[in-house]
């Protein structure tokens, strides 16, 4: 067989030694990959910085495009399908990082404002591998929840959903976890504009970790002055370059982090090296997975007592153990400049599985609702 050559995103974990074996190696920034780099490349790994389109492509032997992310909006899917070259995302290989960075966002928010999540309605834009385990999690909290996804609606019925103008008037949080579309029946390009923000619930939570552009920077801007009660950012127009006053007012504003979980990271990872494997007949890897995923720096033992504490309190306090999510927050807007380092140089995130919880004076109630969240109840 002959030698493989494969051009690979150098900021994607876990790959580096696994294909070596079978192709040549070529490591870059997303950003920075030309036209020239894949010319003789029979495949590209990427994430989301690589724009995967003819300028880069047209007159390459490239034949396979697999993206260790659930977006693909950086690939001329159109494009790719019309010139011979298969692409593949990895859906839902980061939905669970995403759970869990909603989860401390909103446990944080609750938190801040001394609410009770029985008395708030999450409204989840989008519900797909993520925005399903978020709309999850928020009835697990006891949250009533409303969905909204025009594209499952139309194909399953509206029995479980709710039209956009609804679900904006009666949420306390709104939450996005749409694809970034700018043509077909519903594009999600600023569909949080003007007239989405003037129909949200006065002092509403708006949360956007899907897209940058899905949300019109200027009208967020306006409807941060006089309409909602705060607003949280994991994704921005116009990145790696947040917009400076957004940054600032933002409750919580995060470097696109929030599928950025080590667990995440390695199922997006092991997507990508088994199309490789099952594309070019490498059957060696058919089934491979990183033999390791590093342990976060904190204990992965909590041990919390409920004792005088009340159920928002003792949520937060065991959710932000697994993701102190003040912190990330705290360096972007300390150091904006720093958006891709932070981004490049994530620091280890796991998920709520790789934490066990001892739980002290707590109703059995609660360890259930918490061992429905993902922890191990010791």
Known sequence: MRRLKIIADDKIPFLRGVLEPYSDMVYLPGAAITAADVQHADAVLTRTRTKCNSALL?????????????????????????????????????????????????????????????????????????????ASIGRTLGMKVLLNDPPRAEKEGCSR????????????????????????????????????FDSMKPNALYINSSRGQVTDSTALRQAAKNKLAGFILDVWEGEPTPDTELLTNAFIATPHIAGYSADGKANG??????????????????????ATVPPPPMSTTIVADAAGKSFEQLIYEVITHTYPILEDSNLLKQSPETFEKQRGDYHIRREFGSFSLQLKNAAQDVADILKNIGFNIV
């Open 58 to 134: 047209e007159g390459s032997n490239v034949k396979l495009i697999a993206t260790a992310t659930i977006g693909y909006d950086h690939i001329d899917t159109e494009w790719c399908e019309a010139n011979g070259i298969r692409w593949v995302n990895a859906p839902g290989c980061n939905s669970s990082s995403v759970r869990q960075y909603i989860a401390a966002a909103i446990t944080t928010w609750v938190q801040n404002k001394n609410l009770q999540f029985k008395d708030l309605t999450l409204g989840v834009i989008g519900v797909g591998n993520v925005g399903g385990k978020v």
């Open 161 to 196: 959903f709710t039209d956009l103008d609804t679900l904006l008037t009666n949420s306390d949080i709104v939450t996005c976890h749409t694809p970034l579309t700018k043509d077909g029946k519903y594009p999600t390009w600023h569909l949080s504009d003007s007239a989405f």
């Open 269 to 290: 990872t092991a997507a990508c090296v088994r199309e490789i494997s099952n594309f070019f007949g490498i059957n060696e890897l058919n089934d491979w997975y990183p």
